[in-house]
């Protein structure tokens, strides 16, 4: 029973995190362009005397060896092989480690973003405008409050079970 509680609240978790964070489509790009730019490095270095990177292969090897600064990878030879690794280095681990800050920062931040935090702010800010309006606004703001208030009560009537 433990095993499957475990295995729920993992999926539930992982869930949240798609759901609410951008990790999933940021694993995607990353995933995308790591193949994109090992393909763009392969054909860069491919007849090129001297070349170690001389599979797609050993591309994908290096581009992940790059990215996640390991620096155990074979560095490219020509030119065009070297900017679009160096520029692979900078987009991936800007993609990588993005990815991770914004799903932590975004996981944790959800509580503060709760709605009833968002309905109390913009109540908040209105209040700081009433100056600004005119007499039939604020008969139209009397009655809308007035309603508000009657339909609050009866929501903690039914909540109470009163």
């Not at 001389?54 to 060896?65: E, F, P």
Request: charged share 20%.
């Amino acid at each position: 029973m433990k095993k499957r509680k475990k295995t729920t609240r993992f999926k539930r978790f992982f869930k949240d995190i798609s759901a609410h964070t951008p990790f999933t489509t940021m694993l995607l790009m990353l995933i995308l362009l790591w193949l994109l730019f090992a393909a763009g490095l392969f054909f860069a270095e491919l007849n090129v005397a001297g070349a170690s990177i001389t599979t797609y292969g050993d591309a994908l090897y290096w581009g992940v060896a790059a990215f996640t600064t390991a620096g155990i990878a074979d560095s490219p030879v020509s030119m065009t092989a070297r900017l679009v690794g160096g520029l692979w280095i900078v987009i991936g681990s800007s993609l990588f480690f993005g990815a991770i800050v914004a799903t932590i920062t975004g996981y944790f931040m959800r509580p503060m973003l709760r709605p009833h935090k968002r309905i109390i702010e913009t109540i908040e800010y209105n209040l700081e405008q009433l100056g600004d309006l005119t007499i039939d606004e604020l008969d139209l703001l009397k009655e809308t409050v007035d309603t508000l208030i009657e339909h609050v009560e009866e929501i903690k009537k039914k909540q109470s079970g009163g």
